[in-house]
């Protein structure tokens, strides 16, 4: 069984950076796809990014291009999503989340296994 912790959510103003760590234990994700997700009161879960098992390949929605960014560190079993010039519409659960059937990066939410409690992340304007 895999658990994963997300933390470093918070509220920040629009503008302001904040960096989200994903924690795994149970057991070692270095060869599995991981991705974060969020979503937004009465609206959908949505992908925001996704990494490839060693990093070499990532995936952005466009609503995030060139402000987030998605790492790994696989000796920590960690992931960590940097989000830079956050506007108001960021503001969301952020979840991060693991697939134990992909290696490469993917936004589709169903090939995914594993989930987080998820983190609140909450931008003012």
């Known amino acids: 069984q895999v658990q994963l912790v997300e933390s470093g959510g918070g509220w920040v103003q629009a503008g302001d950076s904040l960096r989200l760590s994903c924690a795994a234990s149970?057991?070692?994700?270095?060869?599995?796809?991981m991705g974060w997700f969020r979503q937004a009161p009465g609206k959908d879960r949505e992908n925001v990014a996704a990494?490839?098992?060693?990093?070499?390949?990532?995936y952005y929605a466009d609503s995030v291009k060139g402000r987030f960014t998605i790492s790994r560190d696989n000796a920590k079993n960690t992931v960590y999503l940097q989000m830079n010039s956050l506007k108001a519409e960021d503001t969301a659960v952020y979840y991060c989340?693991?697939?134990?059937?992909?290696?490469?990066?993917?936004?589709?939410?169903?090939?995914?296994?594993?989930w987080g409690q998820g983190t609140q992340v909450t931008v003012s304007s």
């Open positions: 989340a693991a697939s134990m059937r992909r290696s490469g990066s993917t936004p589709r939410q169903e090939q995914y296994d594993y």
């Open positions: 149970g057991r070692t994700l270095s060869s599995s796809a």
């Open positions: 990494v490839s098992w060693n990093g070499g390949s990532t």
